[in-house]
């Protein structure tokens, strides 16, 4: 287990784990011999002179207070590395996460990702704050009492000393007989985690339908999985914490009957036989709390092997020399990707020279948005390449190629911030001039004056607090600020307001001056001004031109773009 923690955490944690391991080691040592020392103080009481016992009763009142600072000790230094490997943790999984492709972000990952986050990593990481000490006294503790009882009768001792390979097996066999179902109530509880985020985020879906009153049947059924698997759990685990306790009960009693045996044969006297009772007594607590303690223990190996698993993922491979583009025109030469057994691209090849544009255009799912997420290397290609200026993306420092990219996407996120904050994010060192002029190049000074706290404004989480229109003009701001040679743009389906409309798209003129653009294009005005436009479907470029070159041509581009224009105009 120290050995996992260890591994996912890295090495340097390694030097202050053994310090406390040893620490919390000798002061269970020290409890043992603690209530060793019980042995002679009720020998001396039940002998000839009881006031014997009064150096021994000092003597332990001071092992009490050795063992207090002791314990003290070792439960700060137990604290202390699991703080501080809990910070490390969340550097590790950050920076991880951080560079995961950006296309590893799927819907089921939120779920995963957020209890991992949260519950997971407390998990994982309180095996140094609050585990480590109670397991390393539970199994310590009773091997120095029985240590202490063999040196003082080697029999009663010997027969203590039975129960430890019956706990030991009973443990095993607890631990291999819950291990599958602890692995699937985790993966339960992650799946209703994701479903919980899932039902809130629906709710306006579900209250449009009409489901106000009914249950949310993915919820439901996610629970009703985690209630059957927990059953599941407690009836694996339930045989080992009750052979646990038959075992500890069953040695104490033969205990007491060797000894009973011992004493009546004259071989040992009521004084020694009733230390040694409650010595083997001190010995069952601890040993009990195995079970419970060994079930967190395995809560915690749960999880932090799911650590481990999402920092073994792979992140981009970065180039051990980047190459630096010297110019920003865009290049697919030949790319062939795939979504698992979806052919998205299969060999296809285009290219946007520095300062033009280059409208995608097609059916739902021909793979446009996927064309730009190539681009800023959300996913790598599986055969082919993309080039910036000439140089393979993969052959770019992450952070050089993004800081190439302009995008902006149809669903923008904002952060729970204000605007200032939100269209800071373009360039962080950006100074306020330059803030203010961005936003007003996006027409979003328009929506600042009319909010009271203007630039203040906080904007609520994912951005609530503002229209759709408004969001999009955050994330045009943000663009500009940037000012990146490239731009990617993602049109918004959905039509906005007139004035939300012609703000958005002064706005996106603006951001695409001089700039080299690819835009998947939703709206006439975006096609009819862009140098190219390639038309999409079935994994191929199905039409090529100027938007007036391919209306002429009377094929799938101006079948769609009738269609389209019909129910608008109808609309
Ligand atoms: N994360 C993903 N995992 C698996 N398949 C995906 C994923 N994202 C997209 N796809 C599939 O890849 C194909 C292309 O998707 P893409 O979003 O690029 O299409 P699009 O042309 O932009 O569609 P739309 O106009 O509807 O946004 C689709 O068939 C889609 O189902």
């Known amino acids: 287990m120290i050995g996992l923690l260890l591994r996912v955490l890295g090495n340097e944690y390694a030097k202050p784990m053994r310090r406390t391991v040893a620490l919390m080691t000798v002061t269970a040592i020290v409890e043992g011999l603690l209530y060793a020392l019980l042995v002679p103080v009720l020998h001396k009481l039940f002998g000839a002179n009881p006031a014997d016992a009064w150096p021994y ?74 585990l480590l000490s109670p397991f390393i006294s539970a199994m310590v503790t009773p091997l120095t009492i029985v240590a202490v009882m063999i040196a ?12 430890a390979p019956l706990v030991a097996v009973i443990q095993k066999w607890t631990a291999r007989s819950s291990a599958a179902v602890d692995a699937e109530r985790h993966e339960r509880d992650n799946e209703a985690a994701g479903r919980v985020i899932e039902f809130i985020q629906a709710q306006p879906v579900l209250r449009a339908g009409g489901r106000t009153g009914e249950r949310f049947g993915l919820l439901d059924d996610a629970l009703r999985d985690v209630e059957r698997t927990s059953r599941r759990g407690v009836g694996a685990v339930l045989p080992g914490a009750v052979s646990l306790t038959v075992t500890v009960q069953t040695v104490f009693t033969l205990l007491l009957v060797l000894g009973t045996y011992l004493g009546l044969g004259g071989d040992i006297g009521v004084a020694e036989l009733l230390s040694i009772l409650v010595l083997a007594a001190r010995c069952a607590d601890p040993l009990l709390s195995l079970s419970d303690i060994g079930g967190k223990l395995r809560g915690a190996r749960v999880e932090l092997e799911r650590l481990d698993t999402v920092l073994r993922t792979a992140p981009l491979p970065e180039p051990a020399e980047p190459v630096r583009p010297d110019s920003h025109g865009v290049e697919f030469d030949s790319i062939t990707f795939k979504h698992g057994d979806r052919v998205v691209f299969d060999d296809v090849s285009l290219t946007v020279p520095v300062g033009q544009r280059l409208a995608v255009v097609g059916p739902s799912g021909a793979g446009k948005s996927t ?34 990219i302009a995008i902006v996407f149809q669903d923008v996120y904002l952060f729970d911030g204000t605007i200032e904050q939100n269209v800071r994010l373009g360039r962080p060192d950006a100074t306020d ?30 951005g609530a607090r503002l ?85 002429l041509q009377g094929g799938r581009y101006a079948d769609f773009w009738n269609i389209s224009t019909a129910s608008t105009a109808s609309g």
């Open 433 to 462: 001039a330059e803030v203010r002029a961005a936003a007003s190049a996006a027409r979003l000074d328009e929506v600042i004056d009319r909010l009271p706290e203007g630039w203040s404004a906080d904007v609520g989480e994912g």
């Open 467 to 551: 229209s759709g229109g408004e969001r999009q003009r955050v994330s045009i701001a943000r663009a500009l600020l940037k000012d990146a040679p490239i731009v990617l743009l993602d049109e918004v389906t959905s039509s906005l307001d007139p004035v939300n409309e012609a703000a958005v798209h002064e706005g996106i003129e603006r951001l695409m001056a001089g700039r080299t653009v690819v835009t998947v294009a939703h709206r006439m005005r975006t096609v009819r001004r862009a140098d190219r436009v390639v038309f999409l479907d079935g994994g191929k470029i199905v039409e090529e031109g100027s938007h007036d070159e391919l209306l």
């Open 152 to 163: 003082y009768d080697w029999r009663l001792g010997l027969a203590a000393l039975a129960a």
């Open 371 to 404: 064309l730009l997420q190539l681009l800023a290397r959300f996913y790598d290609v599986d055969a082919g390449a993309v080039r910036i200026g000439g140089v393979d993306v993969r052959s770019m420092d992450t952070e050089d190629l993004m800081s190439r």
């Open 57 to 130: 009763l000092l003597g332990f009142a001071g092992a009490v207070a050795v063992y207090a600072v002791l314990r003290y000790l070792s439960d700060v230094s137990g604290m202390r590395v699991g703080t501080s490997m809990l910070r490390g943790m969340y550097y590790k999984l950050g920076d991880h996460l951080a560079r995961l492709p950006l296309g590893w972000y799927d819907a089921t990952r939120v779920g995963d990702v957020s209890t991992m986050a949260s519950k997971g990593l407390l998990a994982a990481l309180g095996v140094a704050a609050h």
